[in-house]
């Protein structure tokens, strides 16, 4: 087993990397996203009528290569901003609005000179001043203020994102976020970037922005606010589930979508990053961390592996023994409520694909595809089978995997 193990390799195709320069998939990177490669292939030879769900949408990879293939996909999701992301991507645009959007933002970018001597306000992002200058950030802002008058407030009209989406994509880029690691660390030193040098790059990246959108698909996806744990009957029945959930690794996708976040206005204030990331399961953030302390389980679902698991990390020699004890027993606690809801909204033979990361709290390894099958098999999945399909990083421990199963209600 540990020889087969040393083959196994990291596959950067089977991720993020793989997205960036594929049109809509690239527009903003979320690093736990799981490529269109990956995707695809699960999608291979699946007749066209069938209804694909995923329910952790994330960026909406599994509904936008879902409905690249032709298929209807429906996606869930509990942050706002993801929904709203996933929803502007997986739209279909005429050429006629393209060209609006064109014209509105220019007649916004025209503006943003004399808007720079206003009053600015400052999101509430923690140590800004490692994000962008002064400068920049009041430029930014400016660029904003303009784009609000044309198109309003993207938290308010979810209709047109297209100009949003680029300024998302421009805030990251004047930034010093080295986003090549999850943890996101700052170069050194912010930069100072001139008016025009902002409104060239707004105006390049809204142009392959909606250069991506110009040929349309024939599938449809819908992202939709739900929350996994509890999806109520929408009238309709999944032939099909491709989803990659968070992993019980303490990674709060808060963390690299506040920036966005903050300037789009999905997020107002540090406190309730925090209660977004309560309601996900497997995060963290701020006082989504503190609430263990207090959480009771709604369910008994220690199954004797996961009883062991748990046990392990609380006589761990660490002071943080017991609250991470809870944190992994609560995830999979949360995934036991999805998969058991789960259950009234598939058709009878759905076949269902989890993509799932192991974890490892001091040393004691969370064997997430082994505690998930027995999950699943519990609530009556028939052929839950798990395939590793690579390798984390170079920790020769931490593998992703495929677990599989069958649904004949
Ligand atoms: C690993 S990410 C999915 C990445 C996605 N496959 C992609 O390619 O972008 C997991 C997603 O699950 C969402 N999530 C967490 N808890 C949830 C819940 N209770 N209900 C629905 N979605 C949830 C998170 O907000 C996050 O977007």
């Known amino acids: 087993m540990l020889d087969e193990l040393d083959t196994v390799a990291q596959r950067a195709d089977y991720t993020f990397k793989h997205n960036r320069n594929l049109g809509r998939h690239g527009w903003l990177r979320l690093t736990p996203a799981y490529s269109v490669k990956l995707v695809k292939n699960l999608l291979k030879g699946v007749p066209d009528d069938e209804l694909i769900l995923d329910p952790f949408s994330g960026t909406a990879t599994t509904g936008l290569t879902a409905a ?16 709203w992301l996933g929803n502007v991507k997986c739209r279909n645009y005429t050429e006629a609005y393209l060209k609006v959007v064109q014209q509105t933002a220019d007649k916004a970018l025209s503006k943003v000179e004399g808007s720079l001597k206003r009053e600015h306000w400052q999101p509430e992002i923690f140590n800004i001043e490692l994000w962008w200058s002064p400068h920049t950030w009041k430029v930014l802002w400016a660029l904003r203020d303009c784009l609000v008058k044309e198109f309003g407030e993207p938290a308010e009209n979810q209709e047109d994102g297209l100009a949003w989406v680029a300024f998302c994509r421009l805030i990251i880029e004047t930034s010093s976020a080295a986003f090549n690691h999850v943890s996101m660390s700052f170069s050194e030193g912010v930069t100072h970037h001139e008016v025009e040098h902002v409104v060239e790059l707004y105006k390049a990246i809204l142009c392959y922005i909606l250069q991506s959108c110009a040929s349309p698909f024939t599938g449809h996806a819908k992202v939709m606010e739900v929350d996994a744990r509890n999806i109520p009957d929408m009238g309709m029945r999944f032939d099909r589930v ?72 609380a006589q761990a020699e660490s002071k943080n023994g017991e609250l991470l004890a809870t944190y992994v027993f609560k995830y999979f606690h949360d995934m036991h409520l999805h998969f058991s809801t789960l259950r009234g909204v598939l058709a009878n033979g759905a076949e269902l694909h989890y993509i799932v990361g192991n974890s490892s709290f001091f040393g004691n390894m969370v064997d997430t595809a082994e505690l998930m099958s027995a999950s699943m098999r519990r609530l009556g999945y028939e052929n839950v089978k798990s395939e590793i399909i690579r390798k984390r990083n170079c920790n020769k421990a931490l593998y992703e995997y495929d677990v599989t199963a069958m649904w004949h209600g």
């Open 68 to 83: 690249e293939h032709g298929n209807r996909a429906i996606t869930f999701d509990i942050n706002p901003f993801l929904i």
């Open 242 to 313: 491709i989803t990659s959930p968070p992993y019980p690794n303490r990674i709060s996708y808060i963390r690299e979508l506040r920036p966005y976040m903050y300037w789009t206005k999905f997020l107002q204030e540090a406190r309730s990053a925090g209660e977004l990331d309560w309601k996900a399961i497997g995060g963290t953030w701020g006082i989504a961390t503190s609430r263990l302390n207090d959480w009771k389980p709604d369910v008994e679902l220690l199954s004797p592996a996961l009883f062991e698991t748990v046990q392990s990390i």
